[in-house]
């Protein structure tokens, strides 16, 4: 696979992860909610969240066109997709939407009450949209 096709699926799958438009993550970024989630980096006491951070990167990849990002924005979208997939596959059962794992993957950029993550290399959210989401056999725990 070459440096452009794989720039591309890291394109498609972090717009897949990421469904939390800029506006939207920006003023979610502001609330009390927000800022009281995640994990801090080691002596950074009262310091702002590493989750907390990226989304305010996010939102800045998110305003910028495609040819202007460079090999670490790429890199970051890596990082925001796995995020977001090792999370969604530890979702706590019940009503999640106060839940501080919740807020903590809007931090990153995925709100989960919105709508299921597409599973890695398949069918991008349009293709959801228009032929549904797969039958419940074939969906992770949970879901």
Do not use: C
Not at 9 to 23: G, I, L, S
């Amino acid at each position: 696979m070459s440096r452009s096709d794989e720039e591309q699926q890291t394109y498609r799958e972090f717009t897949e992860a990421v469904n939390m438009k800029p506006a939207e993550l920006r003023n979610w970024l502001e609330t009390d909610e927000s800022k009281h989630v995640g994990w801090r980096r080691k002596g950074s006491q009262g310091g702002e969240s590493v989750g907390h951070e990226s989304g305010r990167r996010i939102v800045e990849l998110l305003r910028r066109k495609r040819d202007e990002l460079s090999t670490a924005d790429y890199r970051h979208m890596r990082k925001v997709i796995g995020y977001v997939r090792r999370h969604m596959a530890q979702r706590p059962s019940g009503d999640v939407r106060k839940t501080r794992w919740r807020y903590s993957l809007m931090n990153w950029g995925h709100d989960p009450v919105k709508a299921p993550l597409p599973p890695p290399g398949g069918r991008s959210r349009q293709a959801l949209e228009r032929h549904g989401a797969p039958p419940k056999a074939r969906r992770g725990p949970g879901r």
